[in-house]
């Protein structure tokens, strides 16, 4: 009998969720811990700001301690999920993003997802043990966009290095996969939309409603929507599906 109709269920399974207190983050270990799994939650803040329990380390993972710091944890704790989530946003044209705002986008999007995701895997592969890891991308990271260069840039390498590390680790039963989310109310988008709204010259809030319009199913997306299909592509019931970027994204980007 292979058809298993069971919802799925994370009992066991250690997951791992960094900027756990950003919107998407936080919904995703809240969904993780009421499928009973054991989360732990990292942030730049001291505790855990999400509804549920959670073993907390505060990592800034731009600075050298920080990042050392958590891949220490991660060796120690061996998660089975990784859901790598932090990330920032800035914008700026080719024109006015400069090499400082590169590194800080680099610094964290790309350079520390990168980290986490090879402790991550180090420390599955040593002990001998499957997993899923979880990267989040962004539709930025299909298509480059006028004003936001850098951030779009960090988001296509996530997408790369995720196809990379999935042909890599698949021998050892460890699946990765990134989610690109389209537009997601969350304080990261609050962010966005003061950015637009000084770049051009729109009132407070006019940009995330166009935005939300715009979406062909017609809103902006909320964390939950993105954390459901964490679940799933943490879950059993995702085993076969491995180096890839699913849209969770209204059906605002279409590839063949
Ligand atoms: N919100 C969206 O519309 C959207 C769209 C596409 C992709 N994404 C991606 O989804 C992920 C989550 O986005 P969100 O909207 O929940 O963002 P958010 O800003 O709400 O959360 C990001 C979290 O990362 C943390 N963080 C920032 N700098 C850090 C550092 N140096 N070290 C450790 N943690 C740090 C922040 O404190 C914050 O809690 C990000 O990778 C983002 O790029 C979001």
Same mark, same amino acid.
């Given at each position: 009998?292979?058809?298993?109709?069971?919802?799925?269920?994370?009992?066991?399974?250690?997951?791992?969720?960094?900027? /756990?207190?950003?919107?998407?983050?936080? /919904?995703?270990?809240?969904?993780?811990?009421?499928?009973?799994?054991?989360?732990?939650?990292?942030?730049?803040?001291?505790?855990?700001?999400?509804?549920?329990?959670?073993?907390?380390?505060?990592?800034?993972?731009?600075?050298?301690?920080?990042?050392?710091?958590? =891949?220490?944890?991660?060796?120690?704790?061996? !998660? #089975?999920?990784?859901?790598?989530? @932090?990330?920032?946003?800035?914008?700026? %044209?080719?024109? #006015?993003?400069?090499?400082? $705002?590169? #590194?800080?986008?680099?610094?964290?999007?790309?350079?520390?997802? &990168?980290?986490?995701? =090879? /402790?991550?895997? *180090?420390?599955?592969?040593?002990?001998?043990?499957?997993? %899923?890891?979880?990267?989040? @991308?962004? $539709?930025? +990271?299909?298509?480059?966009?006028?004003?936001? @260069?850098? &951030?779009?840039?960090?988001?296509?390498?996530?997408?790369?290095?995720?196809?990379?590390?999935?042909?890599?680790?698949? !021998?050892?039963?460890? *699946?990765?996969?990134?989610?690109?989310? +389209?537009?997601?109310?969350? !304080?990261?988008?609050?962010?966005?939309?003061?950015?637009?709204?000084?770049?051009?010259?729109?009132?407070?809030? $006019?940009?995330?409603?166009?935005?939300?319009?715009?979406? !062909?199913?017609? &809103?902006?997306?909320?964390?939950?929507?993105? /954390? *459901?299909?964490?679940?799933?592509?943490?879950?059993? =019931?995702? $085993? &076969?599906?491995?180096? =890839?970027?699913? %849209?969770? #994204?209204?059906?605002?980007?279409?590839?063949?």
């Amino acid at each position: 009998m292979t058809f298993d109709p069971a919802p799925v269920r994370l009992d066991g399974k250690t997951c791992l969720v960094t900027g /756990a207190n950003g919107g998407i983050g936080a /919904a995703t270990a809240e969904h993780f811990v009421a499928l009973g799994a054991r989360v732990l939650t990292t942030d730049l803040g001291a505790a855990f700001t999400g509804d549920c329990t959670s073993e907390h380390r505060a990592f800034n993972l731009m600075t050298p301690e920080g990042l050392e710091g958590c =891949q220490h944890w991660i060796a120690a704790e061996v !998660p #089975d999920v990784l859901f790598n989530n @932090a990330a920032i946003f800035d914008m700026g %044209s080719v024109l #006015d993003a400069d090499l400082a $705002q590169y #590194d800080r986008l680099f610094g964290l999007n790309v350079r520390a997802m &990168y980290a986490v995701m =090879q /402790a991550t895997a *180090r420390a599955l592969v040593a002990t001998g043990r499957s997993g %899923s890891i979880i990267n989040l @991308a962004s $539709q930025a +990271g299909h298509r480059g966009e006028a004003l936001v @260069a850098h &951030y779009c840039a960090t988001k296509a390498a996530v997408i790369s290095y995720t196809q990379s590390a999935a042909l890599a680790l698949a !021998p050892h039963g460890i *699946r990765v996969n990134a989610i690109s989310p +389209g537009v997601v109310d969350t !304080p990261m988008w609050d962010q966005v939309d003061a950015l637009f709204a000084r770049a051009e010259g729109k009132p407070p809030g $006019q940009k995330k409603r166009e935005v939300g319009e715009a979406v !062909p199913l017609g &809103y902006m997306g909320r964390p939950f929507e993105i /954390a *459901r299909v964490a679940v799933f592509l943490a879950g059993d =019931q995702a $085993q &076969y599906i491995t180096a =890839q970027t699913l %849209s969770v #994204d209204g059906g605002s980007v279409l590839r063949m």
